[in-house]
């Protein structure tokens, strides 16, 4: 593992000129405003529903709030640059007028959405490609000067889960992501958040094998996000549903901040902070 480039370790990121402090793991809540994700898709599709679900995330103790337009499950066909931009920017503008002092991420690959989001008040960009599948995408965020979330995946939804085989899962995932850093750094871009990419184009086995050895990705020496929450390796392990699976996202999020996780990204707020206080009160024993 010692082959892989070392970066300086953030213990704080920038927003929008403020200081977050990242010593301490934190929950991002998703608003999934699609017809079609695997879990939520539809519940949200409403003002009153997706302004109800934003104040409950905050109550909740979200630190920030991701705003995806787009499913990117397995299988998923994507929308164009236009049409998520259609769909994301006005539940944006309104959620950014009512809740001032939120953080909100967007979930977008496209180089234009980013742009435009940022403009209307978005404070992360979470990237599932880490600029992969915009050519434009990396040196908009050369210029937008916020934190940046890039996640390995192999391909797009509709074929990543076709294209698991690798030679080794963790260095190849490690190695894909420091290529990534490197190249991101030397544009300048500093607060960047790194996502191992659960479920996107990796095997069930695969997957736990990323989880197991999360801490490897320390070696990259930035924050790690993982997104485990209520997927397909935990709801399938169990034979449940994604509805039922809540209890089996909980217990891998123990494994996740136990290895390293310093955000996690859940459809379930309250149950992820109750995790983190209760890991902080075993570091503290």
Not at 43 to 51: D, G, W
């Amino acid at each position: 593992m010692h082959d892989f480039p070392l970066f300086s370790k953030p213990t704080f990121i920038n927003l929008r000129g403020q200081l977050f402090d990242i010593n301490q793991p934190k929950v991002m809540g998703i608003l999934n405003i699609t017809p079609d994700s695997f879990y939520d898709g539809g519940k949200y599709s409403t003002e009153s529903e997706q302004l109800k679900q934003v104040e409950k995330m905050i109550t909740e103790g979200a630190d920030f709030i991701d705003i995806g337009a787009q499913s990117t499950r397995p299988g998923a066909k994507m929308l164009d640059q236009k049409s998520e931009e259609k769909i994301l920017l006005p539940v944006l503008q309104k959620l950014v007028k009512i809740f001032p002092h939120t953080h909100f991420s967007i979930d977008t690959f496209y180089a234009e959405v980013a742009k435009n989001c940022v403009h209307e008040g978005a404070d992360l960009i979470n990237d599932i490609s880490a600029g992969t599948f915009d050519p434009d995408m990396l040196e908009t965020m050369a210029k937008l000067n916020v934190p940046y979330i890039i996640m390995h995946t192999p391909t797009t939804p509709d074929k990543m889960q076709n294209a698991t085989q690798y030679n080794h899962v963790l260095k190849d995932v490690i190695y894909w992501l420091s290529e990534r850093l490197n190249l991101i750094n030397q544009l300048g871009i500093n607060d960047v958040i790194i996502d191992p990419g659960f479920g996107f184009g990796k095997t069930m086995e695969q997957n736990y094998q990323l989880l197991k050895n999360l801490n490897h990705f320390k070696f990259l020496q930035a924050p790690i996000l993982v997104g485990l929450s209520r997927k397909s390796l935990i709801y399938k392990a169990l034979k449940l549903t994604p509805e039922e699976a809540l209890n089996g996202t909980t217990a891998l999020h123990v494994l996740a901040l136990q290895n390293g996780a310093g955000i996690l990204r859940v459809h379930d707020v309250k149950e992820a902070v109750e995790t983190i206080h209760l890991k902080a009160w075993l570091d503290q024993a």
